[in-house]
């Protein structure tokens, strides 16, 4: 793969272009694209057209740039987390009729949470997470789940990394998050309120795969102030979870 005269190759750089974008980006002019990349224009103009041919890429109606359907063919051919959303789907969709809010599943991808999937009522009460979009995992009911649930090692290296406040009430102390792990893997869930978005709770249990394993985070935002009983809530997201393991279990594509 040719390089550039900086040394980046056109991989990276294609990178680049496709990390311009997340969920408060989801169009961008091709100045932007090439300021977000930190490219020449002449070299973001000339890769964003390439990959508009390719489908890779697609301009919306008002002429701006966001990622065109052909990544989406591309990321639901092989993904696994593409797998695991749609055997949890179903178990999710009882779990959302009961609360009436939002519901979504999560994974751990280093430092962040990778939501995979998510349902929203019309009157739910907003927060930040979005399909596809990465939440910080300190902050999150779900990335805690899966980081008590995770090696130690794992825990350690990233309590040794950045820990950023979201909110005023965000835990950014090593020595509070680890008693919160120690309490997550006590009461087999995370329940967190306004560490992302003020007004907002979070409940979040673990889904385990067939070899017990802690692999996703199935959890639900609701409203702090408008909000049914945690317990009932609680009994839903573990018969939800406890489903979900069964038919991983039963799911070749999870063997092994």
Not at 90 to 101: R, Y
């Amino acid at each position: 793969m040719a390089n550039s005269p900086s040394g980046d190759s056109m991989i990276d750089r294609l990178v680049r272009v496709l990390a311009s974008f997340d969920p408060d980006h989801q169009s961008l002019s091709t100045d932007e694209i090439a300021e977000r990349a930190e490219l020449p224009k002449s070299t973001a103009y000339r890769l964003i057209g390439e990959m508009m041919r390719h489908d890779l890429l697609q301009r919306d109606p008002n002429g701006r740039i966001r990622i065109g359907v052909g990544m989406w063919e591309l990321s639901n051919r092989a993904s696994d987390a593409v797998d695991l959303a749609s055997v949890a789907r179903p178990h999710m969709m009882g779990v959302h009729e009961f609360v009436g809010e939002n519901t979504q599943l999560g994974i751990l991808r280093e430092r962040e949470v990778l939501i995979i999937e998510r349902m929203s009522a019309p009157n739910a009460v907003i927060h930040r997470s979005k399909t596809a979009g990465r939440l910080p995992a300190h902050a999150s009911s779900c990335g805690l789940v899966l980081l008590a649930y995770a090696p130690k090692h794992v825990r350690e290296a990233y309590l040794r990394g950045p820990l950023s406040a979201i909110t005023e009430k965000t835990t950014t102390d090593p020595a509070a998050l680890r008693k919160m792990f120690t309490s997550i893997r006590s009461h087999h869930f995370a329940e967190l309120s306004g560490h992302i978005d003020e007004g907002t709770t979070g409940i979040t249990v673990p889904v385990f795969d067939a070899g017990g394993a802690a692999i996703a985070g199935l959890g639900v935002v609701i409203d702090s102030e408008h909000r049914k009983g945690v317990p009932a809530i609680m009994r839903v997201l573990r018969t939800a979870s406890a489903r979900i393991t069964q038919d991983l279990t039963a799911d070749r594509r999870f063997a092994g």
